[in-house]
């Protein structure tokens, strides 16, 4: 494997070097592992990626899940040109896009009656967040276990181990995470006590929830969990926040709130809502909730503040209204959930084949590579949940280590453990992946 990025990746090298210098690490993206040093892209299409080198990749990173249409789709991309040449790409006041893709998102998702756009996912949660508390009048904010929902003070929030209490996350102040809590995922009875805690203490203002399950399912929960988080949520009147970043068009138009049936009271939208276009993020919810944002300008009526100059810019709102019209045309989340089926039974076979202790799982386009079943298992003790995060730091390093060898044969990965499929993945592709990924397992 090394011999691979030594030899066909010099491109590639001299630039992560080039990069070390001025920025820290020499990477950007959390998504762009290192080892031993991140690939220089220079062309990205559809289902394939080009490195600076000319080495040509299957591309199952899509950008960490933007591009559910294939990178630089040339449906989205004309009409963006188009845009450009028009008016640029931002202006500051109302541009028609902005009222376009609302409107759909808008009739797209049943928990979404209104929508503002926010600068990222990240911003989206700051903005769902505000308005839960803003609304309800209480502090208090229950995120489920190891999900990750962006990096504001308040959500980089680490487990409180056993014993050591320790918090995960570096700079930032108690303070700032004094009103996060954090719950195990699929144990309903723990959620409840807190929620029954809480509710002594000036309440609960929001549960926060990756409905796939925490960090896209890599701990995925029973189908059943959201409905029952809903009945807890309106038990004690708490609003349920369905972070919707990665599953917002993977899961289908309607993103999970309709795949499961259950209706949020704010959405979280990320990633695929602007088709892999800049400042992918917006705060959807009911009416009353949403119109926190406004206040009454004029009357005493409270207003949660939000911002953003470049927020809502007519380049975002276009590109996300003409891929999710085209996410719509081609049925996209469909077909790369079919690619992500075929992609999942193919790697089973293989690891049956090879006897080898990993899983494979996918849920439609998001297909998890897990050298270990130990993330499947119960998470419901504290103590469990420790041992596995102990184990899970050990098996980062390997799978970082699967990721580079998977790169070395020809295909990109999140990390090594995690794929997105797209439109653009036909049969072939996925055929020809599987070829790589078998060379590479026989090698474990
Ligand atoms: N929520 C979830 C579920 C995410 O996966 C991510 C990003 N991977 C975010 C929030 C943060 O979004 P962004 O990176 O756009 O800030």
């Not at 762009?32 to 600076?52: C, K, R, S, W, Y």
Request: hydrophobic share 40%; with cysteine; charged share 20%.
């Amino acid at each position: 494997v090394m011999d691979y990025f030594e030899q066909r990746c010099q491109g590639s090298k001299r630039m992560a070097e080039q990069a070390r210098q001025v920025i820290p690490g020499g990477v950007q993206h959390n998504l762009a592992f290192n080892l031993p040093f991140p690939l220089a892209i220079a062309e990205a299409n559809g289902a394939h990626m080009t490195d600076v080198d000319g080495n040509r990749y299957i591309d199952f990173l899509q950008a960490g899940g933007p591009t559910l249409l294939g990178s630089n789709h040339p449906a989205v991309r004309s009409k963006v040109l188009e845009l450009l040449e028009h008016c640029g790409p931002t202006t500051g006041l109302l541009h028609e896009y902005e009222v376009k893709l609302a409107e759909l998102v808008c009739e797209l998702m049943p928990g979404v009656d209104m929508l503002r756009m926010a600068g990222s996912g990240t911003e989206a949660v700051m903005g769902a967040i505000r308005l839960a508390r803003a609304y309800t009048g209480r502090r208090r904010v229950i995120k489920i276990g190891g999900g990750y929902h962006g990096w504001s003070d308040s959500m980089v929030y680490g487990m409180r181990l056993p014993k050591t209490g320790r918090m995960e996350a570096v700079g930032i102040p108690r303070g700032a995470t004094a009103n996060t809590q954090e719950s195990l995922p699929n144990d309903l009875e723990a959620i409840r006590r807190r929620l029954r805690w809480n509710r002594l203490r000036g309440g609960t203002a929001a549960v926060i929830v990756e409905p796939f399950g925490p960090e896209s399912g890599t701990r995925p929960v029973t189908h059943d969990f959201n409905a029952q988080l809903r009945k807890l949520c309106d038990e004690f009147g708490a609003l349920l926040i369905f972070d919707e970043v990665v599953t917002g068009f993977r899961a289908g138009l309607g993103g999970a709130q309709a795949y499961f049936g259950v209706k949020p009271d704010l959405t979280v939208l990320g990633k695929c809502l602007t088709g892999g276009y800049p400042m992918a993020g917006a705060i959807g919810g009911r009416r009353d909730i949403m119109m926190m944002l406004v206040g009454g300008i004029g009357t005493t009526a409270k207003r949660a503040f939000v911002g953003g100059t470049l927020t809502a810019n007519p380049l975002s709102c276009a590109a996300g209204y003409y891929a999710l019209k085209e996410i719509q045309r081609t049925d996209a989340a469909v077909k790369a959930g079919q690619a992500g089926d075929r992609l999942r039974r193919g790697l089973d076979q293989i690891i049956e084949r090879l006897g080898l202790p990993y899983v494979a799982y996918n849920m439609g386009s998001i297909v998890h590579l897990q050298t270990s079943g130990v993330m499947l298992l119960d998470t419901s003790s504290l103590l469990k949940l420790a041992r596995l995060k102990n184990e899970a730091k050990q098996r980062k390093h390997m799978m970082e280590e699967m990721g580079a060898a998977y790169t070395a044969h020809g295909i990109i990965t999140l990390a090594g453990s995690r794929i997105y499929t797209s439109l653009a993945d036909t049969d072939e592709i996925v055929d020809e992946a599987l070829n790589r990924f078998e060379d590479v397992l026989k090698l474990v």
